[in-house]
């Protein structure tokens, strides 16, 4: 909120002059926090307000769907269904991509485990130390993004530390990996 509150200063403040192209206002929606203002009613119904004022739905919303009292998001479901599909998906060809030749290395389970806890732990620990130092919130000028590589960086070296042993990629391993990335 105070990111946003600083912005709408920034310029100018609140404007209600639609048609010159310099309307804003700060909606604040309460109850949401970060991606769930996409699925908020109330974000719906401030954006189609929005979309009245500027495109002239006075007499009466041409969006009726979204000013029907019934209406209710419903795409967080079909993205959770969605996302169950692709696992059972990724489940079902798992047996495939533990073939022998695609590993070439064996990790003793007790060192998979400790790299597993310890690499959020120390990934943590990590931006916490950084953050004294560097401002971290707008690394590499987004808000969130810097932080969250800089978190997976230090998590993915730690566990490779634990590890110690950096498996030894093999062509169809390689392979295999840009065909993931890619279906990712």
Known sequence: MGNAERLLAQAGGDNTNLATGQGRELVVIPGVEHITILFSDGSHQAALRWLDATFGGA????????????????????????????????????????????????????????????????ATAGLVVLSQ??????????????????????????WLGVLARLPRPTLPAVGLGVVLFIIL
């Open 59 to 122: 007499n009466g919303s041409q969006y009726r769907d979204l000013t029907s009292q019934r209406y209710r998001d419903r795409r967080m479901a079909w993205y959770g269904l969605h996302l169950l599909v692709w696992l059972i998906g990724l489940a079902a060809i798992s047996p495939f991509l533990i073939h022998p030749p695609l590993i070439a290395t064996k990790i003793a389970p007790i060192r998979r485990w400790a790299g597993l806890i310890l690499a959020p732990l120390a």
């Open 133 to 158: 130092q560097f401002e971290l919130q707008n690394l590499g000028g987004v808000q969130v993004g810097g932080a969250v590589g800089v978190w997976f960086l230090i998590a993915g070296f730690t």
